[in-house]
């Protein structure tokens, strides 16, 4: 069987300037969620960042991406605009994308869902309950009617993004906010999954309900049969043939 070939994208910025969020994630949030992957033996992982030459994603390495999984907060506006029209022509011919948390602000998602994608958000670490409203959904499997993250950062409504095809997931945050937390989109012919949790402050990305429902999501947005190749052929010959009158 072939591996689910999937890049991990993180902007690996607070990484380097900030000593706290170092001790969270020293190896770097996107190596974390890397190897919250690696256990599922049907991955064959890899990472990428913001300073890597084409920011870790060239053509060729897009090509042959089964899942991108991209996180990023305050380096936004560097990300080069070929490189997010590069990102979303392979979403359009089936890549799948997995946008978690300050990622709702990138380019590449803004793009792709056509609105601003702006929310509101406070940063108190309290307690975010993330319920389960769609049980039968591939994304929830292994996960209870919710769990929690005992801190993190408050995102509330309304948040602007265009109605979700599904919605996986609903967090209530302790100050008593709500959010759309799971949301999947489909775009041509891949799909998209937006995921909530992860501010870098807290390691989030280190709780196994996370790391599940992250696996899960890979799984989920895996390209289904051909990549879509997108033309605008002149197809001269008809396959039923055209009777002349």
Not at 100 to 105: A, E, I
Request: glycine residues 10%; hydrophobic residues 40%.
């Amino acid at each position: 069987m072939n591996k689910i070939r999937v890049v991990v994208w993180g902007e690996n910025v607070h990484e380097q300037k900030s000593e706290a969020i170092r001790k969270v994630y020293p190896e770097g949030i996107h190596q974390c969620i890397a190897n919250g992957l690696s256990v599922d033996e049907t991955f064959d992982v890899g990472t990428a960042t913001l300073k890597d030459p084409e920011h870790g994603l060239p053509q060729n390495r897009l090509a042959d991406t089964d899942v991108l999984i991209w996180w990023g907060h305050v380096a936004h506006a560097e990300v080069a605009d070929a490189i997010v029209e590069r990102v979303q022509k392979r979403v359009l011919e089936g890549m799948g994308l997995l946008v978690l948390h300050s990622g709702h602000y990138s380019k590449i998602f803004k793009r792709l869902m056509g609105t601003t994608c702006s929310l509101i958000w406070r940063e108190a670490g309290e307690k975010e309950r993330l319920w389960v409203c769609n049980p039968g959904h591939p994304i929830a499997q292994g996960i209870k009617a919710y769990f929690e993250v005992p801190h993190e950062e408050m995102y509330g409504e309304p948040f602007g993004i265009p109605a979700p095809e599904e919605t996986v997931f609903l967090s209530w945050f302790a100050g008593g906010e709500v959010f759309r937390s799971g949301c999947c989109w489909k775009r041509g012919n891949g799909k998209i999954f937006y995921f909530r949790p992860g501010h870098e402050s807290f390691p989030t990305y280190r709780q196994p309900e996370v790391q599940t429902v992250i696996r899960n999501a890979v799984h989920w947005l895996a390209p289904e049969g051909a990549r879509w190749v997108d033309a605008i052929p002149n197809v001269k010959v008809s396959p039923e043939g055209i009777r002349q009158e």
